[in-house]
């Protein structure tokens, strides 16, 4: 089987740069989705595909891979932008679904 | 604008069938490239995936949950179902209805949700 790897928290200044990882056998062979979950909220879809926003999300979100690693880039973060991130794709051995654990992302 | 409404129990004794149903807006189930889903959370913990159907009612679950699980289609309604039997407190979570995406590109994703559905194990 395979899993899929973030870490469990990062934190940013209001403004700057913040990239939040994640790692997976899977990733070579799938494209990862990302998404935002606020507290008490539904997760929301942020990027996917190669690097794709749904309408209405800011274009401060941006994706990227290489290899078995992909990750969701936030250039200026903003206050409303706290919250956790969770990576998810399909395992490559199996049409199981698979999420990481999810980075709780802090904007100081 | 699709729209995904989980509806159930929200209390389900020990060893009892906690079931939900989700019923699809805005959008038809029968419209192929979609794979409706079901993930749950448990309260402070991260995602995890519990299974899915097609419209024509392919199924695919997770191996953890598997033996337990059983997940419906009825197109007439626009809805899905989910029946999980002989739970306990570990099945305590919020679960969410979601419509997956999916493509011979190696995209997929979960691009509608439903509000989620505390479902609480307890006697």
């Known amino acids: 089987s395979s899993e899929l790897t973030q870490d469990p928290a990062v934190s940013v200044a209001l403004g700057q740069t913040v990239r939040i990882t994640c790692q997976g056998d899977s990733l070579r062979n799938y494209y990862a989705s990302w998404y935002q979950q606020k507290p008490g909220q539904a997760p929301i879809l942020v990027i996917y595909?190669?690097?794709n926003r749904p309408s209405g999300i800011p274009d401060r979100f941006s994706g990227s891979s290489s290899g078995d690693a992909t990750s969701l880039t936030i250039t200026g973060a903003q206050a409303e932008d706290e919250a956790d991130y969770y990576c998810?794709?399909?395992?490559?051995?199996?049409?199981?679904?698979?999420f990481g654990g999810g980075t709780k992302l802090t904007v100081l | 604008q699709v729209q995904l409404q989980e509806s159930g129990p929200g209390l389900v004794k020990p060893s009892q069938t906690l079931s939900l149903t989700c019923t699809v807006s805005g959008g038809s189930i029968n419209s192929g490239g979609y794979y409706w889903s079901w993930i749950r959370q448990v309260p402070g913990k991260g995602l995890e995936w519990i299974g899915y159907?097609?419209?024509?009612?392919?199924?695919y679950y997770s191996p953890s949950l598997k033996s337990r699980l059983t997940m419906a289609v009825d197109t007439s309604k626009s809805q899905f179902s989910l029946k999980l039997r002989s739970v306990t407190a570990a099945d305590t979570a919020v679960y969410y209805c979601?419509?997956?995406?999916?493509?011979?590109?190696?995209?997929?994703?979960?691009?509608?949700w439903g509000q989620g559905s505390l479902v609480t194990v307890s006697s």
């Open positions: 159907i097609l419209y024509s009612g392919i199924t």
């Open positions: 595909g190669k690097n």
């Open positions: 979601a419509r997956q995406y999916g493509d011979t590109f190696g995209q997929y994703y979960f691009d509608y």
């Open positions: 998810n794709s399909r395992d490559y051995t199996s049409n199981r679904v698979i």
